[in-house]
């Protein structure tokens, strides 16, 4: 049977003639479990957002506030505030906790941005570590140093919240090398019709932490010491570490537990490898130029950046949105704060499943499937912010516009941050670490730039510059990758050897780019 015909049985029927017999075929097995370490990672990313609603005591940080600035804020920010009476049919308690830290709006902002030193710092070491040593073991460092950091934040937010920074660095220097370490998983595992289901079924885990983490967290937090958040999730996750270790290597011709021959060979043919050229590829030297001068390359970049920053204004900054604004209790908060996070892990799914038989019965090219997925994850977003900023205090509104307006997000996961294998899977952690690390910046600058624009603020009216800010940023995002992002693999994928470039001294490509 042709390859191409394999894809297609697979892709329409849902049968797979690799697998002799085993129930989940390992390249599966390897994106289910890959999906759950990036919800572990995301799981520590966000439980920060959450957990220091009930760390900082709210009502000190307020009165603070107003003794420091009396005359300027007595009267000038109370009108876009929202008010509930108890007896209104959509009203949820209205409880605000208090904890130990007195720590004003811009210093949360710094400490929910210092995941993002970390992160940024670690994306293209990490990338390069991935693609010459090995993903299966970046990635597995990176879960063990969150886990570590984990449990150790309570004692160090205990002592001065500047060893709490520390700690969010180091989460984040762990964490800034998981995409690019799953995406040298999914270019040596995934055969190319496949690669927008696996890459969804990965990346979708980010969503499925966020749900998780944000979920767990309200609940400990409503019933237990706030320090229980960190020493909980921070062990459970020490279960992940091991079934990695045991159930997935770095690529097929590695695995040897809970794999077929059948099915080694079927995704090494797709790929169209041997053994000599994987070896070769693990040494190829980057095309440093002909990257940073590729238009496709630099559509993808433009879209992360553009994305990213509504994607972490909407997930750092969601829960205090929900608190202070809408005014929901803490275990409201956590609920309501996941759902919009559960329909897009849902949406990422079923979009990936269509976009990929469209593309098995030829409806559709890829470079079409990934820019219906980034118009799907800027379009609807934008107008989602555009009318919470306007339902003012209608909080059912706001709560399903924030729902629809996350949920598309996840059509990022189809469309640019798959594209990165489609125009060079040599170098897919490279290139991932690179638009990661431009893509990091809003993540540093969200928390620090609403905690600035919020300090003795907390208004719709405020909130509203910060949403029309990510609505810009959304336009720019889809005019750019639609007019240049494409999936034709580039001239450049194919580079010189590392060895063969240093005794040429010369660019890889260099001479067929002007052939």
Same mark, same amino acid.
């Given at each position: ?19 002799? /017999? ?7 097995? @390897? ?18 957002? &959450?957990?220091? %609603?009930? !760390? &900082?005591? =709210?009502?000190? &940080?307020?009165? +603070? ?11 000038? =920010? ?36 210092? #995941? ?39 004692? $160090? ?17 762990? /964490?800034?090398?998981?995409?690019? $370490? ?11 019709n496949e690669r927008s289901?696996?890459?969804?079924? %990965? ?18 937090? $409503? ?42 060979? #079927? ?36 879209? =992360? ?23 929901f209790d803490m275990s ?25 038989? @469209? ?20 379009? %609807? ?20 516009? @924030? ?9 990022? +996961? ?5 594209? =990165? ?7 897919? /952690? ?19 730039? &609403? ?14 510059v910060i949403f029309f800010?990510?609505? $810009?940023? #959304?336009?720019?995002? !889809? ?37």
């Amino acid at each position: 049977m042709s390859i191409r015909k394999i894809y297609t049985c697979i892709l329409i029927d849902g049968s797979d003639p690799g697998t002799n /017999g085993i129930v989940l075929p390992a390249r599966y097995l @390897m994106a289910v479990m890959g999906s759950i370490g990036l919800a572990i990672i995301y799981g520590f990313k966000v439980i920060t957002s &959450v957990a220091i %609603v009930v !760390m &900082v005591n =709210h009502t000190a &940080v307020r009165q +603070y506030t107003l003794d420091k600035n009396e005359s300027e804020f007595a009267t000038a =920010h109370t009108e876009g505030e929202c008010h509930f009476d108890d007896g209104s049919l959509n009203v949820t308690k209205n409880v605000v906790e208090d904890g130990p830290f007195v720590w004003s709006e811009p210093l949360q902002g710094l400490i929910l941005s210092a #995941y993002f030193w970390g992160y940024m710092v670690s994306l293209i070491p990490g990338g390069r570590m991935a693609e010459l040593l090995s993903a299966k073991w970046v990635m597995n460092g990176s879960v063990l140093l969150n886990v570590a950091a984990s449990i150790l934040t309570p004692v $160090a937010a205990s002592l001065h919240y500047s060893l709490f920074i520390v700690c969010r660095i180091l989460q984040g220097i762990g /964490g800034g090398v998981t995409f690019p $370490a799953m995406h040298v998983m999914i270019a040596k595992w995934a055969p190319p019709n496949e690669r927008s289901i696996l890459a969804s079924i %990965v990346y979708a885990g980010t969503a499925l932490g966020t749900v998780i983490s944000i979920l767990v967290t309200g609940l400990i937090a $409503a019933n237990m010491n706030w320090v229980w958040i960190f020493y909980i999730e921070g062990a459970l996750c020490l279960i992940w570490c091991a079934a990695w270790w045991i159930m997935v290597e770095d690529s097929p011709e590695q695995q040897t537990r809970f794999i077929s021959q059948q099915e080694k060979d #079927y995704i090494m043919e797709s790929l169209g490898h041997t053994k000599d050229t994987n070896e070769l590829q693990e040494k190829l030297a980057v095309p440093w130029k002909e990257v940073l001068k590729s238009k496709p390359f630099m559509a993808i970049l433009i879209a =992360h950046f553009c994305s990213n920053f509504g994607w972490y204004m909407l997930l750092i900054e969601l829960p205090t949105f929900m608190n202070q604004i809408l005014k929901f209790d803490m275990s409201s908060n956590a609920g309501l704060s996941s759902m919009p996070f559960l329909c897009m892990w849902i949406f990422t799914m079923m979009l990936s499943k269509v976009l990929a038989i @469209m593309q098995g019965k030829n409806l559709i090219t890829v470079t079409v499937s990934r820019k219906i997925g980034t118009l799907f994850s800027s379009v %609807v977003p934008m107008f989602c912010l555009i009318g919470v900023s306007y339902v003012g205090c209608n909080r059912a509104l706001a709560v399903a516009l @924030m729902t629809i307006g996350v949920t598309c997000i996840g059509g990022m +996961y189809s469309g640019f941050l798959a594209n =990165h294998i489609d125009i060079a899977p040599n170098f897919a /952690g490279t290139l991932v670490a690179i638009t990661n690390c431009v893509a990091t910046i809003p993540g540093f600058v969200v928390p620090i730039f &609403v905690g600035k624009l919020t300090h003795g603020n907390q208004t719709i009216g405020a909130w509203r510059v910060i949403f029309f800010t990510t609505v $810009a940023l #959304y336009i720019v995002e !889809m005019l750019v990758y639609t007019i240049f992002g494409s999936a034709e693999e580039q001239p450049w994928n194919k580079a010189k050897p590392i060895d063969e470039e240093t005794s040429d001294q010369t660019l890889p490509l260099k001479d067929d780019i002007k052939k």
